[in-house]
């Protein structure tokens, strides 16, 4: 009886006590918008490969204008296997093909356009580069995406209303038919505007068109929904970049914001879209046997990873198969080096085994605890106390060890909060902290990169947070400084049939300065600031096979779009090469423009009139101008 009562009274109270020590600290509120679960599944695929393949591989331009004969679309040996296994091997986790470009050539029998692989002498008009390309992706594993570029320079119906149904019913063709599509791809280049073709596009028939097929799609845009376009094609995401935007009242294309506001997104932005990165491992995005010299380095790549990865946004890596519709050896062996490039440079984590303190735990629970940073489960993490936006991290070493990167993840299904942080190392000798890095946004990954220092305690600094941090992740490596990659780099086939510079002369503008853009040096670059002509003089006749333009490598700069270039023995006769000519995809893409002849052509002046800018001013830059001869 007595046990009893004591069991009766003490029950309220051990459960209370119970209760109250084990109570679960509650998780901290998501902050701002989110990312779906598709958004944050692609954010970790992070490494992907772009394929721009079609017409324009055959006719060496970057821009098809839809008048190109589909004939001229026959690769000699296409290899969609050897493109899966690259990527795979590469490191990649999907392919993303340009299923239709600009020039509205379609890579498959489209039923909706008489510009497609049927009309091609590949395969007697049978083939089917998607359903190859897709097979093929399912067997190596790879996830599969498609382009799609609205703007069509071939279809008739394009400049009315009834284009959009056309291409609603394009894109369910292709949704439809071959199996899973991880990312929809939209361009936003329109450069049929300028004539007054505006298409206004049915934004919202395209978006329910492509999640009816496929839910789980992400859409690329300049603003999304799924996942944006970074802003530049050279590789760099901004040092700052939220995966927040604001996307109300603008559109992909021409009603976009502007390019650096996509290249770092928008602090308190409305909508979730992350960055991702597209670029080229070549000057341009279709093959052009010019450039099999030109495939960048590995330094430039690992560059590209730490701008793209490292600051939290995903790597599109552009590789475009040649004529024989394989991917050149010059570019496998290059994405080879890469791979283990990036194995070298993430080969052991020194941040493992380490002891951790973080100045504050959410709630002082283990479930929170900083030691989280250090396993591999994703949906682990460590959280600080709601008021608190500013705290840090101490990180204990096992041993002093010799670093010169530091990784760090916030655990972004929470939402994106990090405004500021920075790394110290603890110096034994004076016994201080020496800052080594400083950044402002984290976001999904985050790489630094420093000189190598060695140090067995580092402290991360949460300087400034939009909400309390939540990290899930760090980590520290000591990778290799410099790579040096196989081949001979940098020899540009074009120019070693260029001609000498020495008797050259620029007879108009005659200003002495004007010298600079026939120095041979791209960084000496002048403003040339009415559209009065370039007289270019080579001091005696030549056999001119082609001319070249090449822009200031700075996509603020005013470039020239629209051109007349004419050609002359005497300097007052002029011979007409091209009229309202244009230099295509040079806004976003600033690279040197080649223009060939149909024929080689005997003269010793040469006259470039610019018509339009891409600025829509008189003002364009000119970094170099060169003539090819025989
Ligand atoms: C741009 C296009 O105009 C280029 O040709 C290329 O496809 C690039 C990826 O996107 O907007």
Redesign the pocket.
């Known amino acids: 009886m007595h046990k009893k009562i004591l069991l009766f009274c003490s029950l309220p109270i051990l459960s209370l006590l119970f209760t109250s020590c084990v109570k679960e600290v509650e998780a901290p509120a998501p902050y701002g918008a989110l990312p779906s679960e598709s958004q944050l599944a692609w954010q970790q695929m992070e490494y992907y490969m ?1 394929i ?1 393949f079609g017409p ?1 591989t055959f006719t060496d331009v ?2 098809g204008d839809g008048k190109e004969d589909p004939k001229v679309f026959n690769p000699t040996q296409m290899d969609c296997r050897q493109w899966a296994s690259i990527a795979k091997e590469a490191g990649m986790k999907a392919i993303i093909i ?1 299923a239709k ?2 020039d509205g050539f379609c890579l498959w029998p489209s039923q909706y356009s008489t510009h497609t692989v049927r009309e091609s002498l590949w395969k007697d008009g049978k083939g089917d580069v998607l359903r190859e390309l897709s097979d093929a992706c399912k067997e190596y594993g790879l996830k599969f995406g498609v ?1 799609l ?1 609205p ?1 069509d320079q071939n279809h008739p119906s394009y400049g009315t209303p009834e284009y959009n149904e056309v291409f609603a019913n394009t894109l369910a063709e292709v949704l439809g038919s071959y199996g899973d599509v991880f990312e929809q ?1 939209f ?3 329109n ?1 049929d505007a300028h004539k007054g073709k505006r298409q206004e596009y049915d934004w919202d028939l395209f978006h329910k068109t492509v999640y009816s097929y496929h839910p789980q799609a992400v859409i690329f845009s300049d603003v999304g929904p799924g996942c944006r ?1 970074m802003g530049n ?1 050279k590789g760099i995401a901004g040092e700052t970049n939220w995966s927040r935007l604001n996307i109300k009242g603008f559109e992909p294309g021409l009603g976009a914001p502007p390019s650096d506001t996509l290249t770092r997104g928008n602090i308190n932005g409305e909508a979730w879209v992350p960055a991702e990165t ?1 670029v ?1 491992i070549r000057p ?3 093959y052009s046997p010019r450039t099999d010299n030109q495939v960048k380095n590995l330094n430039q790549l690992m560059d590209i990873y730490y701008t793209s990865i490292g600051r939290n946004s995903n790597l599109l890596l ?1 590789v475009p198969p040649s004529r024989e519709g394989r991917i050149h050896p010059n570019d496998s062996a290059r994405l080879m080096e890469f791979r283990q490039a990036i194995d070298d440079s993430f080969a052991r984590d020194l941040a493992q085994g380490a002891s951790l303190h973080a100045i504050n735990t959410r709630g002082g629970s283990a479930k929170y605890k900083a030691e989280h940073l250090l396993d591999e489960a994703y949906d682990s993490y460590w959280a600080a106390d709601d008021d608190v936006l500013s705290t840090a991290i101490e990180i204990t070493l096992q041993k002093p060890e010799t670093f010169n990167r530091f990784l760090v993840q916030e655990y972004i299904p929470l939402g994106q909060r990090v405004a500021a942080f920075s790394l110290e190392i603890w110096d034994e000798n004076t016994a201080n902290w020496e800052m080594i890095a400083d950044g402002t946004t984290i976001g999904y990954k985050r790489i630094l990169r420093f000189h190598q220092v060695t140090t067995q305690k580092l402290r991360l600094n949460i300087k400034e947070a939009l909400a309390c941090p939540v990290l899930n992740k760090v980590e520290i490596y000591n990778a290799p400084e410099h790579f040096y990659t196989s081949s001979a780099e940098g020899a540009d086939k074009a120019d070693e049939i260029v001609a000498l510079a020495e008797k050259w002369n620029i007879d108009s503008p005659a200003e002495k300065g004007n010298r600079d853009i026939i120095d041979g040096n791209m960084h000496t670059t002048r403003t040339f600031s009415n559209l009065e002509p370039i007289i270019l003089n080579l001091g005696e006749t030549l056999s001119l096979q082609g001319f070249s333009y090449t822009p200031a490598d700075n996509m603020f700069a005013s470039h020239i779009t629209k051109y007349n270039l004419y050609v002359s023995e005497d300097g007052s006769e002029w011979k007409e090469i091209r009229k309202e000519a244009v230099f ?2 040079i806004k ?2 600033p690279i040197r423009q080649d223009v060939w002849f149909s024929d080689p052509v005997e003269a010793r002046y040469v006259k470039l009139e610019a018509l339009e800018t891409t600025t829509n001013t008189t003002s364009y830059t000119i970094a170099e101008i060169k003539v090819m001869v025989e």
């Open positions: 772009f721009h324009n970057e821009w340009t470009h600009h382009y570029s703007w791809w361009d936003g280049a450069g376009w094609e597209d080229s341009g995005w279709f552009n295509n995809n976003n893409n």
